[in-house]
């Protein structure tokens, strides 16, 4: 069901001080003028600015301001006369008793006419995310890389013709706004304040509800892309988005949010027995800069699904899908897409001994050396060539290596981790060797 | 429509001329209701709400019965209080007492004349209180803050307050009319162009070392310091306790919000830190390269009595911003230890932390190296 939102101000000319005077005694509806929506995506929060003009009397007005049936947090409500803002003062809001979703200012006008004002709240119901479709080239040497944004209005309020803005940042909340919305009174009461239970949806409505969703957004598809401008503001990005949205509660909208031609990418495959078992998992490398195209703005969280070109006539073959956090710019970027099958990597034991060992005073032992010998043997099955990323973990930190045959780039990660890079041309098969000594016992010390 | 009152409080004040000495069963009041004069509501206390009220009773000479009954208001009984402002000299509270099963006290008054008196009535009244709120807007180079105060009224206590005088910390008031139920929020500070100090904070102990491996990214938080101090134009009261919203200006005539916390009280002097949120653009990548066991020291049978260690961190931070950073670096080690070699200067905050100050140049990256050893590890 949709929720029909009944917005309106209403400015009630004071005649008397008592406060058992009509609330309303004028109602005018200035209509919204603009209205600016800067959506979160970490988390559920909108700040809306709307300007609206005022029809002020001189001497003391009231102001009412109503909400009901949407998911604004009143103790964010702020009115800011945009001009004569020193001939107008704003006395107070007031959230009057036995009403909800209402606020009344009271505002000093020494003016009387028409007043451009602008009313800030932060509400919750709105979101966007990002997700990107990725095409790599029939070499897998480059990557036409194509990002998106899906804006969802479930705030209960249709927001018609609004500038819309995204930001990409991780802010610091103390309250969720949905449950500051939902509060009985705007900042509780004094003592334990009531707590309103949350009403939670039911999960096959979710999903049927996600489902109409996609249908809807697959038919509001633009036929003309717009533009969006970035820049950085303190810890966060702000996205704007060209011209004005309209988007009716309950519906959700993608917008494109860049596309780039050609990304220079590299096939990483890495192997690390801890981390990801006895298989060999395939990243796609390239780094957030201007080098590979990139490099304006930071890249901000989300789900890619990569594509490869097959054949000509655009066929298309589906590689994989990597969820990556946010990029910053300058930031080395490694997509995971997942086990592989054709590139293998196979450490194997070729031999064991121990050797120095420590005896204590009673002939018992206490120190020894192990030596392991191991072969590394990396096949690269496909017709491309690829660059291998081995990690070896030693459980230890007193240890020494010695390395045999073309193991490419050796590079100590910390205490008890080592790093093998290596690249293979298609169709190669490399086996390097090392020898290692852990020592135990007292031969650690 | 007519203001409507659905819950009631009902203050009477009753004078009750002691005519027989001979006591009752049934109480007989005898209720005159003096208008209430001026009334305060002390908020300075967060703890607890005073209302001061004045009222003016007509006192007969000999022994007078004052009583003083509530509806539906939540007073605390012992902490009411009579005060008498005129001719405290020839009016004298001899006793009170409580009648049984109601909320209500009678005060008995000797008076040497008959005459007027203005009395001040003081009570803590429940339910009744202030918030304060913040909110800041700064600037884009985030140097300075426009920083507002707002005090929220909220009146729950069953009471109506018609032109009430409201005090604040410091006496600080203003005259406000608040009925029960009702919720006002006034703004009560307005400072433009306060300094601000920009932080941005990584505690080894609290933060994962090593980013790559998470799936989600690792926010270094970043804080703004405000001094309460007069250099800053605040400095002349404390700054109370509450929620602070921070927003900032985006260079096109409107704003973005930057974050929120809750600051506690800040007295003068001190300084406020209000988190905003996390950088993901400020990158650690703490690793241990070296921990060894040296001057290992037995018992009988191996057993080992007492070592050292031989131990190496080290960090490399990035800067992925286009503008320069202050990161302030918390590490902690353990015990009894000494520093080998350390190629940043720190301060040694207590026995087992250290802080390090570094100043991250726009778009750099910078490697802390510590080389220490734990000694006499049991």
């Given at each position: 069901m949709r929720h029909k939102l009944i917005f309106f101000a209403t400015i009630a000319v004071l005649l008397g001080h008592s406060l058992a005077l009509a609330k309303v005694d004028l109602v005018i509806l200035p209509k919204r003028d603009t209205v600016q929506l800067t959506i979160y995506n970490s988390a559920d929060l909108t700040l809306v600015r709307e300007s609206r003009a005022l029809t002020l009397k001189k001497g003391l007005n009231r102001l009412q301001f109503s909400w009901a049936n949407t998911l604004i947090d009143p103790t964010s409500l702020e009115m800011l006369p945009k001009m004569y803002g020193d001939r107008i003062d704003i006395q107070d809001l007031a959230f009057p008793p036995r009403v909800r979703n209402l606020g009344l200012w009271h505002v000093q006008s020494q003016i009387s006419g028409n007043v451009p004002v602008e009313i800030t709240y932060l509400t919750s119901g709105l979101s966007w995310r990002a997700f990107y479709m990725g095409t790599l080239s029939k070499d897998e040497k480059t990557m036409h890389l194509k990002g998106y944004v899906r804006v969802t209005n479930k705030s209960g309020e249709d927001y018609e013709n609004a500038q819309v803005r995204m930001i990409v940042g991780k802010i610091n909340l103390i309250d969720q706004i949905a449950d500051l919305a939902r509060r009985q009174y705007p900042y509780g009461r004094p003592g334990p304040p009531p707590v309103v239970p949350r009403v939670k949806l039911d999960r096959v409505a979710v999903r049927a509800e996600a489902k109409r969703e996609l249908e809807r957004a697959e038919k509001i598809m633009m036929a003309k892309p717009k533009e969006i401008r970035k820049e950085g503001l303190s810890e966060y990005f702000l996205y704007t988005i060209e011209g004005t949205e309209t988007i009716p509660h309950g519906w959700s909208k993608r917008l494109p949010s860049f596309a780039v031609e050609q990304v220079p990418v590299v096939n990483l495959y890495k192997y690390e027995e801890e981390r990801y078992g006895n298989q060999v998992l395939r990243f796609l490398s390239f780094k957030n800069d201007k080098t590979h195209n990139l490099g304006e703005t930071p890249v901000p969280g989300g789900v890619l699904k990569v594509y490869r070109n097959v054949v000509e006539g655009a066929h298309l073959s589906y590689e994989g899908q990597s969820r990556f956090k946010y990029i910053p710019v300058n930031e080395d970027v490694e997509l995971n897409l997942g086990t592989v099958a054709n590139v293998i990597v196979k450490p194997t034991l070729m031999d064991y001994k121990t050797d120095r060992y420590l005896f204590g005073n009673k002939g018992n032992i206490s120190g020894w050396d192990e030596i392991r010998e191991f072969e590394i043997e990396i096949k690269n099955t496909r017709d491309l060539p690829i660059k291998v990323e081995i990690r070896r973990n030693f459980k230890t930190s007193s240890w020494e290596i010695k390395k045999f045959g073309n193991f490419g780039l050796y590079e100590k990660v910390d205490l008890d981790t080592v790093k093998f890079t290596l690249n293979l041309v298609a169709h190669e098969t490399r086996k390097f060797r090392y020898v290692l000594t852990t020592h135990h016992e007292r031969r650690a010390h | 429509m007519k203001w409507k009152r659905t819950i009631y409080s009902l203050f009477t004040l009753s004078v009750i001329f002691l005519l027989l000495a001979t006591p009752v069963y049934a109480r007989i009041k005898l209720v005159a209701l003096p208008e209430r004069g001026k009334t305060i509501i002390r908020l300075d206390n967060p703890q607890a709400t005073l209302i001061e009220e004045e009222r003016v009773l007509t006192l007969q000479k000999g022994l007078n019965k004052v009583d003083f009954s509530w509806k539906d208001v939540s007073i605390d009984v012992d902490s009411i209080r009579l005060s008498v402002l005129t001719h405290p000299d020839k009016v004298i509270l001899l006793n009170v007492s409580y009648p049984p099963n109601e909320a209500a006290l009678v005060w008995e008054i000797n008076s040497e004349d008959a005459f007027e008196v203005t009395v001040r009535i003081s009570y803590l009244l429940s339910f009744i209180d202030r918030l304060i709120t913040y909110k800041g807007l700064v600037d884009m180079e985030e140097t300075r803050m426009n920083l507002k105060s707002f005090l929220v009224l909220r009146n729950f206590s069953g009471e109506d307050f018609e032109s009430a005088s409201v005090l604040l910390d410091e006496g600080q008031s203003f005259e406000k009319s608040i009925s029960h139920g009702e919720t006002k929020q006034l703004l009560f500070l307005n400072k433009a162009e306060v300094p601000i100090e920009k932080r941005w904070t990584f505690d080894a102990r609290k933060l994962p070392w090593d980013p790559e491996k998470l799936e989600t990214n690792v926010g270094i938080p970043v804080t703004y310091r405000i001094k309460n101090v007069k250099e800053t134009g605040?400095?002349?009261?404390v700054l109370s306790e509450g929620k602070v919203r921070v927003f900032q200006e985006d260079g096109q005539k409107s704003t973005i919000f930057l974050g929120e916390d809750f600051t506690k009280l800040i007295p003068v002097g001190e300084k406020m830190e209000i988190y905003i949120g996390d950088s993901r653009d400020i990158v650690v990548t703490q690793r241990k390269m070296r921990e060894e066991r040296i001057n290992v020291r037995y018992k009988r049978k191996n057993r080992i009595v007492l070592y050292d260690t031989d131990e190496m961190i080290k960090a490399s931070i990035e800067n992925f911003k286009e503008k320069p950073a202050m990161l302030t670096m918390i590490q902690h080690i353990p015990g009894q230890w000494d520093m080998e070699e350390c190629n940043m200067d720190y301060k040694r905050v207590d026995a087992y932390t250290l802080e390090f100050e570094i100043a991250l140049p726009a778009h750099s990256k910078r490697e802390l190296t510590m080389h220490y050893h734990r000694r006499n590890v049991r």
């Open positions: - | 605040l400095g002349s009261s």
